[in-house]
């Protein structure tokens, strides 16, 4: 028994001296051949410390969990008199990253992807690196559509142990929507559930959108949209079974197959404002009886309009945080809903302060004058829009926005933020040339509707030739009392020579001055009224003294001129409810104007227009406008004034009234066979804008396809519709850098033999 416990201790050491050589207790850890890679994540890792015994067995799992962090080529583990040391070989680092070929997603994405992933200069490239790049691209990508995108990595060695990335990209084509099949709808129609999907086969005239193209955004929005359509006819119980995308195996197709659940239809019973005391109770009350009806098909719509109106009314009285929940409590047996609205009024909101930024031609009064909510006054989501509606009719504003910002450490505060787009407003046109009637021809013409960025208007034009001399200036001052009314300046002096033109027979000189003014008597009513003076004097050569006669009304007078005084009333009403000055997508803007030489002057006569043009959006994204425009203009003597006398009557063609036709060209002439103008003058205008986003940016670019027919007649009583002339065509408005440019093609319809017709017309301005 003695000799076997020997003989087994003996054996313990033996086995114990053993172990001991496999292995040694850890005096220090020393790490060699860091470059980039923190010493410190490399301790984190490591399965021991100091004092701890390292066993050589556990050498392989420790060089593969240093392999795995995916930053070293080669490592080494060995053992010195107690000290552990690891050697490690870095991978590269990237010094650069190149991408090619991406035109559908920005450099600037497809870097910060990388980066969060841990790809970027100055990082270590990982094994794993290839693959997360390859990965996150197609991630971007097939967001898109594009699932046949190809991408190819390569790295290009560099020195210091560096490398650089370069990825190619071929996206290939947008793997595009073919069909769109909707199973279980057994009450609502394919028609009326694609009807505004986002996705889906494209019609043949649909060239502008690009709804087939493949995104699994759009069609999550579509599969939302299903669920809307049917609350809005009152299926409650709708849902979604299935969604089965399947992509062709060219990846160049999907089809979409979706199957759904009606449920059953549900009637209003009752709709309940759940609040016993809330401020503006009876006005919401009616909007919610206006809306949701007893007895009526539930509609979803309905209730938020009813909502949104609550709202609103709420927002208006001061409670800028407003909210209303509406609640339909189904009754499954009766197949009925209870419709209940829970108002939430947050606290009574103050406007502390009102900031305009973006705007650096134009001072910052300009557009305070437009403010309709005020400083320190309660919050009004009305009077707010009110204020955005009215800078953007400024003409020398492109668009507003406004932006919420709560005060800190207050919760009855905030702060208005209006940012503004100028957009240029002048125009500066200069030209010279020569001709044989004329002679030399210089022209200058500047006009700014932001003088000096105060929202004065400034004009002046100087023409000057053989045969015509115009000198005018005008200005506008829109604030020129505290209470907004508006005063306009004008001075002007012409002199025109058409017989050295040799295209009438008749001259002019003329002197005006005139000061109006515009009350506003609404927010979308001003009232104009002013005063003209007018010196004009008429004359021939003795042998035109019967176009002299003819062109004022006075036979078997022999005179080598007429010259009149005149003073001239003006009186004038506007409305103007448009969204935006530059290219307005709803609200009219009416104007009826009055002119009268009165009693005393030299001539006696009146001139009256009424011009009404309406903005009717046609879809809910305001694609589609149809925009109609009524101008009509009447003008007749009195006293003894024999004739409104052919300068100052009407005349109609080019881009102004009735498109495609010369400018002035339509309308009666004289016995010379010169238009002479008319006392009436009707023009109808209609236009159908249509999107060009897909041209070009739809702030700077417009077109419509438009009709225009109209015509001048010699007084009101000789009115012919058959006599009226039409044009059918294409309208393009575009903002460019050096101005605004109007293009119209047109083509004529009702024409008559003689009419000076235009197919192309355009006016040019160059903004500054």
Known sequence: MKITSVLLAFILIILTGIAKADGF??????????????????????????????????SPALMRLL????????????????????????????????????????EEGILEALEFNGIAPGRIYKYASFDVIKRELRKQYHALGKYAVRIDVETIALSNNQLSLYIRINENETTRVRDITILGNYRLSDKLLTKDFQSGSKKWYEFWKDKDKYSRFKLAADIESLQAIYQDYGYLDFAVEETKVTLTPDRRFI?????????????????????????????????????????????????LAASSEIVNILRDKGYATAKVDAIPQPDTQQRTVDVTFFPNLGSLTYVRRINIRGNTATDDQVFRHELRQLESAPYSAKKIDLSKKRMQRLPFVGEVTVEQRAVEQSVDQIDLDFNIEERKSGSFNIGAGYSDSDGAVLTLQLSQSNFLGTGNQFSTIFNNSKSNTRYAVRFTDPNHTMDGISRTLSASYSSVDYEERDVSRIDTEATNLSASYGIPISEADTLGLGLRWEDIRFSASSDRQDDLEECLGREGETFDYYQFRSYILTAGLAYDTRDSALFPKEGARISSNLEVYGPGSGLKYYKASYSHRHFFPLDSDKDFVFAPRLLLSYADRYGNTPEVPCTDRFFAGGTKTVR???????????????????????????????????????????????????????????????????ALGINVSWITAIGAV?????????????????SFQFDLGTNF
């Open 660 to 726: 495609g036709y010369l400018n002035n060209s339509l309308g009666p002439e004289n016995s010379f066979g010169d238009p002479e103008g008319g006392n009436f003058r009707v023009v109808g205008n209609f236009d159908l804008y249509f999107p060009t986003g897909f041209l070009y940016d739809p702030k700077r670019l417009r077109a419509s396809v438009f009709t225009d027919i109209g015509n001048v007649y010699e007084d009101i009583s000789d009115f012919d519709t058959s006599e009226l002339r039409g």
């Open 742 to 758: 109007t293009f119209n093609f047109a083509t004529q319809y009702n024409d008559k033999p003689g009419d000076d017709t235009e």
């Open 255 to 303: 089809d979409v197959l979706i199957k759904i659940k009606e449920g059953q239809q549900y009637r209003v019973n009752q709709a309940n404002l759940a609040a016993s005391s809330i401020t503006e109770r009876k006005k919401i009350t009616k909007v919610i009886d206006q809306h949701i009806k007893k007895g009526a098909i539930f509609s979803r719509k309905d209730t």
């Open 67 to 106: 392999y795995e962090q995916g930053y070293f080529e080669d490592v080494e583990l060995r053992g010195d008199n107690g000290d552990l040391y690891i050697v490690l070989s870095e991978r590269p680092g990237i010094a650069s990253i190149r991408i090619e070929g991406n035109d559908e997603v920005p």
């Open 25 to 58: 207790i850890i005096k220090d850890i020393k790490i060699i051949g860091l470059d980039r890679v923190d010493a410190s994540s490399i301790f984190l890792i490591l399965p021991f410390r100091i004092n701890d015994y390292f066993d050589y067995a556990s």
